[in-house]
């Protein structure tokens, strides 16, 4: 019979007869002086010959039972991307939200399609978890998945999306990502928080409950990132506990549409139904699943003005004054009642940033821009321009930069600054005479108007705190009389999240960046998106607010030259 040679004369019979002594592999190792190696071997070859019975198989620990079953990739999911549409054509997305055992909104479910109809498009909806009957102990839903949480018996949705499901991310035009697998807590306050970076510089839509919108800061030359949820179709429902009560406070039925053209651009809009379902777009409004289209908008809160630095394309897409262009542009289309322009005037001529620094105010001088009576005659015939082509009120919104001009008068003198001695002694004049006659509802702005051209425009001035509602019977109405710049308690520049905390809905200017927090909705610029002032990234985006007949509103976004999908 053969037998193993190893060292230390290891033979399978030395090995069993130490091994009934010693009871283990490694302690015969230590008493023949052998590596575990060699006794290891010596033990394979003794149970092959039978002289010792084979050691049963070591039941694993937990902890070893879990690392056999990790799983996990290297590579981020590639995205699947949706084909732009061929030149001269575009195509249409609604996307929305729906909740786990909970009925539709049928009312809007029917308005929807009558919608998708209309304009051909694809109605995509990705589905989340929250009902009192998930919360039970047995399911983990930090690990589930949405295709694992809908194998729970009590997990189910509404039959009627079926054939709409989209749980999962695509990139539907290019630089818009579709988060369909986002699976957010109705009851988030800020569902957006924490995003920014999510999808990289592309832009995205999250399903959720909530309408929120809010700009990320880019390279100044780029185009701006927006992050963008999509309200919901389904009925609220909600733990009857403080934040249940508050989500349902802030819950929106309603959509997000997407529009692409052939050249890859896509245009974002809001589409916020009301209790009955309703939804507008632009002029089209869906009722009872009706499509009509001639609706006029109640209002548009253009993205701040700055007349001596407003952008052109901007100018043409919203007002259309050049010949031919006028059947296109947003105010034709739309025929707002109410139009309201904040920052009318830039003021760069006397920027109180600037009148301390010597290079700048050169600057001005070399271009031609230092003149204050000449920038008034420049943006006073604009507003003319505007009011006369309005298809109903104009309002200038008491705002910071307007209130620049009597900053101005204020805080320097005539007897430096030769260039404007003239107009800065009237405007003095006026309002000194306006102080001695105790005239407290005196526009410094609106006084220059007609004093600079011999003519006013039609346009009403808001005063300071001068509150403007429009909507009223929409929960109390919409105020569009605050520019942005005074929050709450004197703080200046407060964002759109302390007016939130109003309880009131509104729609603001001043910060440049479009956003949607709860009821407030911010407008961006129709200035030049680079002012000089603004160096490093920047979330500045041309966007204007919306206002429908029913209180809802949109934000639309202006760029590469359009202002939607034609």
């Known amino acids: 019979m053969n037998t193993l040679k190893l060292e230390n004369d290891m033979t399978p019979w030395n090995f069993a007869e130490l091994y ?11 008493a023949a002086a052998a590596s575990y190696w060699e006794a290891n071997q010596a033990y394979l070859k003794a149970v092959k010959l039978g002289l010792v019975e084979a050691r049963p198989a070591r039941t694993k620990t937990t902890d070893e039972i879990k690392r056999d079953t990790l799983v996990g990739r290297v590579k981020a999911t590639k995205l699947s991307e949706f084909a732009v549409p061929p030149k001269g054509k575009v195509k249409r997305y609604l996307f929305s939200s729906a909740q786990n055992n909970t009925s539709i909104h049928m009312e809007l479910w029917g308005n929807l399609h009558a919608l998708a109809k209309e304009y051909d ?5 990705s589905r989340f ?3 009192k009957r998930s919360q039970s102990a047995d399911l983990d839903k930090s690990v589930a998945t949405k295709q694992s949480l809908k194998q729970a ?11 709409y499901l989209a749980d999962e991310n695509v990139e539907v035009a290019p630089g818009l990502v579709w988060c369909g697998k986002m699976n957010i807590s109705p009851t988030a306050v800020r569902p957006l928080s924490g995003l920014d970076a999510y999808t990289g510089r592309k832009s995205s839509i999250i399903p959720h409950v909530k309408l929120a919108m809010q700009s990320v800061p880019s390279g100044k030359h780029e185009a701006t990132k927006f992050i963008y949820t999509t309200g919901t179709v389904t009925q609220r429902n909600y733990i009857q506990r403080k934040e249940g009560l508050k989500a349902e406070f802030h819950h929106c039925y309603g959509a997000l549409l997407v529009e692409v053209d052939g050249d890859g651009d896509w245009f974002v809009r809001q589409l916020n139904a009301d209790s009955e379902g309703t939804l507008y777009d632009l002029d089209l409004r869906v009722k009872g699943g009706v499509v009509t289209r001639g609706h006029r908008v109640e209002a548009i809160s253009w993205g701040d003005i700055h007349a001596i630095r407003l952008n052109e394309t901007v100018k043409k897409l919203a007002w259309g004054h050049a010949p031919g262009q006028r059947d296109h542009c947003m105010e034709w289309v739309l025929k707002p009642k109410q139009q309201f322009l904040h920052d009318l005037l830039d003021f760069r001529a006397r920027n109180h940033h600037e009148i301390k620094n010597p290079h700048k105010m050169f600057k001005r001088y070399v271009e031609g821009e230092d003149s204050v009576e000449a920038e008034l005659k420049r943006t006073f015939s604009f507003l003319k321009k505007v009011t006369a082509e309005a298809s109903g009120n104009v309002l200038v919104v008491d705002s910071n930069h307007d209130n620049a001009l009597e900053r101005w008068v204020n805080y320097t003198s005539h007897k430096t600054d030769h260039v404007n001695a003239l107009i800065y002694l009237d405007l003095e004049r006026a ?10 509802w005196f526009h410094l702005l609106e006084w220059a108007e007609f004093h600079v051209m011999q003519e006013a425009s039609g346009a009403r001035f808001l005063r300071e705190d001068e509150s403007f509602i429009i909507c009223p019977d929409a929960n109390g109405g919409i105020e569009c009389g605050m520019h ?5 308690n004197g703080r200046r520049c407060p964002g759109a999240t302390s007016f939130a905390r109003m309880g009131r809905k509104a729609v603001i200017g001043h910060t440049h960046q479009a956003g949607i927090t709860d009821g407030v909705y911010v407008a961006g610029l129709s200035g030049e998106l680079d002012m000089e002032y603004n160096t490093g990234p920047s979330s500045w985006s041309h966007s204007h607010v919306v206002v429908y007949p029913n209180g809802k509103r949109t934000i639309i976004t202006m760029w590469n030259g359009k202002w939607r999908a034609k």
């Open 431 to 440: 309002k000194y005479g306006a102080l001695a006659a105790r005239d407290d």
């Open 121 to 125: 498009a694809r109605l995509m909806v």
């Open 484 to 488: 942005g710049h005074l929050g709450p």
């Open 153 to 163: 018996a009590d997990i189910y949705w509404d039959r009627a999306i079926e054939p």
């Open 20 to 30: 009934r002594e010693k009871g283990t592999i490694r302690a015969v190792a230590r």
């Open 129 to 131: 978890v929250y009902d």
